[in-house]
């Protein structure tokens, strides 16, 4: 399974992806906000960090003036995919752009039926929001489910991306179903590569390695 940080912030960016643990980086109007700046330098600068696909969002809502903005945005490297919205125009859209060459990934999925249409319209990646749906007393998860058990019976190549992760748990149940790829807020990254048991066994050795050290200081 992939995985991506979903941030905008270069400096999680950096010490993440200097761990070796980045297949690529998702972004959205919101997470670029967050950051503050200039929009145009932060996405050359994660374009030019990650070795992977980057995602970048355009913020136009019609047809045409989508495929502009996909085309520009894909001048910041060739590891762009393009992300649209689930919206007609979208799906207009990630037809045109995808047969320029350019990949697009289709956010804001929320059905199967809406991955199917992203799907067919030659998506590389589809984006279902399972934090979102967990928030309005739905499971997120079983969406993952059904798009899991739908892409595989016909000739999709669309890979399904987990986002909206919210815990630990929802990767490892994203693993268990086999997506494709999950996007990770820094937090949660973080979260997973800790453990209690880690921290104490490690207390642990070097106490004993301290201990042993004085030993040895006595008997000389
Ligand atoms: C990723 O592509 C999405 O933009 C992101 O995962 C949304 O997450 P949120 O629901 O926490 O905003």
New binding site residues.
């Given amino acids: 399974m992939k995985i991506f940080l ?1 941030t905008a912030n270069l400096e999680s960016i950096k010490k993440f992806n200097d761990m070796g643990l980045l297949d690529g980086i ?1 972004t ?1 109007p ?2 670029l906000s967050k950051e503050g700046g200039d929009p145009a330098s932060m996405m050359k600068s994660i374009t030019d960090i990650i070795n992977g696909d980057v ?1 970048l969002e355009v913020v136009s809502t019609n047809y045409d003036g989508m495929i502009q903005e996909g085309r520009d945005l894909r001048k910041y490297g060739s590891n762009v995919v393009v992300k649209v919205p689930m919206t007609p125009d979208g799906l207009k859209a990630c037809k045109t752009l995808t047969s320029e060459g350019i990949p697009v990934n289709v ?1 804001l999925i929320f059905s199967a039926n809406q991955a199917l249409l992203a799907a067919k319209s030659g998506a590389k990646y589809v ?1 279902p ?1 399972i ?2 749906l967990d928030d309005i007393g739905q499971n997120g998860m079983s969406l993952i489910e059904d798009i899991a058990k739908i892409f595989p019976m016909y000739d999709f190549e669309t890979e399904i991306l987990v ?3 919210r815990h630990p748990i929802h990767v490892v149940e994203a693993a268990k179903i086999g997506a494709d790829v999950v ?1 990770l ?1 820094p937090a949660v990254l973080d979260k997973m590569l800790r453990h209690p048991l880690t921290d104490i066994g490690l207390k642990n050795f070097l106490a004993d390695w301290e201990k042993l050290k004085e030993q040895n200081l006595g008997t000389k």
Avoid: H, V
Wanted: glycine share 6%.
């Fill in positions: 979903d998702t959205n919101s997470l995602s956010t984006s929001f934090g979102r986002a909206s992760i996007t807020p």
